[in-house]
């Protein structure tokens, strides 16, 4: 069993930044990818960024291109997503998952395990 739980989020004004954490604990894998999705109210869950386990692989939301930024430190079993210029759009709850298959998938059902979300609030 894997357990992801994120934490960052929080209330921040449009054209702000917030970094989100996602620590990964448990089961391990040799070859994975690591995907940050968001669902804002009344709306699918959607993917944001993700990256595979070589780190080679990245893919970006056109949405979050050039704004938001996935990355990792191995040692800490943690990712990170870094948000900068939010706009209120951006507002949802940001959910980090992991795939257990290497290919970069974007739909959140491929994915086998979830974080339970943390909520980001982008105030106009």
């Known amino acids: 069993q894997v357990q992801l739980v994120e934490s960052g ?7 702000g930044s917030l970094r989100l954490s996602c620590a990964a604990s448990g089961r391990t894998f040799s070859r994975y990818v690591m995907g940050w999705f968001r ?12 990256y595979n386990w070589s780190g080679k692989r990245i893919s970006y939301a056109d949405s979050v291109k050039g704004r938001f930024t996935i990355s990792r430190d191995n040692a800490k079993n943690t990712v990170y997503l ?6 209120p759009e951006d507002t949802a709850v940001y959910y980090c998952a ?20 943390t909520q980001v609030t982008v105030s106009s």
């Open 98 to 117: 992991l795939d257990a298959d290497p290919l970069v998938r974007h739909s959140p059902q491929e994915y086998d395990y979830w974080g339970q979300g």
């Open 9 to 15: 989020g929080g209330l921040v004004q449009a054209g």
């Open 39 to 50: 669902q804002a109210p009344g709306k699918e869950r959607e993917f944001v960024a993700a």
């Open 82 to 87: 870094q948000m900068n210029s939010l706009k």
